[in-house]
């Protein structure tokens, strides 16, 4: 059974950093591109960046490019978000997700994702 876990959320003031986790098991992890969508209340989810884990290409979304970076550990199933210089407009549930592409040019839509985890709060107090 497949199944993605995100970890690493919490309570930050403005100009810090979290960084999440998405562990992964049950899937062939390096077939697959992970990519973090987040939702703020009262607002669609939205994609935040992803990493193809085929060739490595990153994407980001221009609300956190230059304060976001993701990276991958295959040997560990895992895909890590560091947020950097938050600020309270990052507040949202986080959400990671993998789906199967084979060449990736922009951020996936969350139609084309296969498996999703469950979420993990990030709140910016101001």
């Known amino acids: 059974e497949v199944h993605l876990v995100e970890s690493g959320g919490g309570l930050v003031r403005t100009g810090g950093s979290l960084r999440l986790s998405c562990a992964a098991s049950?899937?062939?992890?390096?077939?697959?591109?992970i990519a973090w969508f987040r939702q703020a209340p009262g607002k669609e989810r939205e994609a935040v960046s992803c990493?193809?884990?085929?060739?490595?290409?990153?994407f980001f979304a221009g609300s956190v490019k230059g304060r976001f970076t993701i990276s991958s550990d295959n040997a560990k199933s895992t895909v890590y978000l560091q947020m950097n210089d938050l600020e309270p407009e990052d507040t949202a549930v986080y959400y990671c997700?993998?789906?199967?592409?084979?060449?990736?040019?922009?951020?996936?839509?969350?139609?084309?994702?296969?498996?999703w985890g469950k979420g993990t709060l990030v709140t910016v107090s101001p």
């Open positions: 990493i193809n884990n085929r060739d490595g290409a990153t």
């Open positions: 997700a993998a789906g199967r592409y084979g060449l990736l040019i922009r951020l996936p839509s969350e139609y084309g994702m296969d498996v």
């Open positions: 049950g899937l062939d992890f390096g077939d697959y591109v």
